[in-house]
């Protein structure tokens, strides 16, 4: 099974990219399911480094803020629980393990703030499930984005980009290039 991205031509990662994991398997090869996940995340997050390293940094956040985001979820929801069967004492000591200074309020007020905040988790765990569905979603425009970027690759260059060919690591290194490339030119414009 190729598990890194240097294994792959860009064609082949584009296919990768809109969900075909047999890209990954050899000949007769059967993949598993979680092996064939971790290793497109893999290969994808190398290709970010690459070719977006600043664009990486910003999926990273995404991902941690979606991982704070379900355990303040499960963290409320296991405390709304404990104050159902009526345990505010042991929901007082979650709250102060979370860092609220819950020690001395008032069984009220623990519910309340349980709500509050339950309410808050599953409201920001919706906003970032959506941004992440409106991805998934755009996945049927990813073809077109690499065609438009090799296409300007191409005209930057001068020289022929063969999908089939070029393997995906050369081709993030052209991106990374290029976008670099264009910086330093917008740069140079606002110092004249």
Same mark, same amino acid.
């Given at each position: ?72 979820? &499960?963290?409320? +929801?296991?405390?709304? $629980? *404990? !104050? ?81 060919? &070029?393997?995906? +690591?050369?081709?993030? $290194? *052209? !991106? ?17």
């Amino acid at each position: 099974m190729k598990e890194r991205l240097e294994q792959l031509t860009l064609s082949q990662f584009v296919d990768l990219v809109c969900g075909d994991t047999s890209v990954l398997l050899g000949n007769h090869e059967i993949g598993n399911p979680n092996k064939l996940a971790a290793a497109t995340r893999s290969i994808v997050l190398e290709y970010r480094a690459i070719a977006d390293p600043g664009g990486t940094g910003s999926y990273f956040k995404h991902v941690e803020d979606w991982i704070k985001a379900k355990m303040n979820v &499960i963290i409320f +929801t296991m405390c709304g $629980n *404990l !104050v159902s069967l009526k345990q505010y004492g042991r929901a007082r000591e979650v709250l102060v393990d979370y860092g609220l200074s819950a020690s001395g309020w008032p069984d009220s007020r623990v519910d309340g703030t349980i709500q509050a905040k339950l309410a808050q988790s599953q409201r920001e765990l919706q906003d970032l499930e959506a941004e992440n569905e409106k991805v998934n979603a755009e996945r049927e425009k990813i073809r077109g984005h690499f065609d438009a970027q090799t296409a300007t690759m191409m005209a930057h260059f001068k020289f022929q980009i063969d999908p089939d060919t &070029i393997k995906a +690591t050369l081709y993030a $290194n *052209l !991106v990374a290039r290029h976008n670099r490339e264009i910086k330093a030119q917008m740069a140079a414009m606002r110092k004249k």
